[in-house]
């Protein structure tokens, strides 16, 4: 009889996929109804897999990988890093003329809306400024003692009544 293996390293951790023949005698075990604790020891895999193998045999009848689902991703990861290097150059630059970039240096054909969506995956949000007033040598004279005079203002004459009523008790 074989006995299990002993080594935590052996069985612990995210290993490479299990052959097809490796599979199959999952499956062959559990036709001959054995139990998913006895095929894991017998043939020294974990129980979550031979769990999973006979979980999905069961519906589609092959222990063949499928193919994922979804759309697989347009950008890879050696853009993404041209992308983070091109935004973190100059951050004043558009959607347009970052995917202009990236097409030329990188040969990646895309469009302005994917790349701020792939920029706001990174951690990149675009902004507008938020409008200060614009102020002059001489705006900024006459504002001087307007401030200082009224440094010491409380709220309720900086405000009108009509704005802030006063509260009796």
């Known amino acids: 009889m074989q006995t299990a293996s002993t080594n935590i390293g052996e069985r612990m951790g995210r290993s490479q996929e ?9 499956i062959g075990g559990h036709l001959g109804n054995k139990s998913i604790r006895d095929i894991s020891w017998l043939l020294n895999i974990p ?5 999973g193998i006979i979980t999905k045999w069961k519906p589609l009848g092959t222990t063949a990988t499928q193919p994922p689902s979804g759309r697989p991703r347009h ?10 290097r091109t935004v973190r150059r100059s ?17 990646l054909q ?9 920029l706001h995956g990174m951690g990149f949000h675009g902004r507008a400024a938020a409008s200060k007033p614009s102020i002059t ?19 309720e004459q900086y405000l009108p009544d009509c704005i802030v009523p006063s509260v009796k008790f």
């Open 137 to 155: 040598k001489c705006n900024a004279k006459r504002r001087m003692p307007w401030c200082k005079a009224r440094r010491h203002w409380t709220l």
């Open 75 to 84: 950008m890879t990861g050696r853009g993404q890093r041209m992308l983070k």
């Open 47 to 51: 129980r979550s897999t031979v769990s």
């Open 18 to 26: 299990l052959s097809d023949s490796k599979r199959g005698p999952v």
């Open 91 to 107: 951050r004043q630059l558009s959607a347009e003329s970052i995917a202009k970039d990236l097409q030329t240096w990188c040969g």
């Open 110 to 118: 895309m469009s302005p809306t994917t790349v701020r969506r792939e």
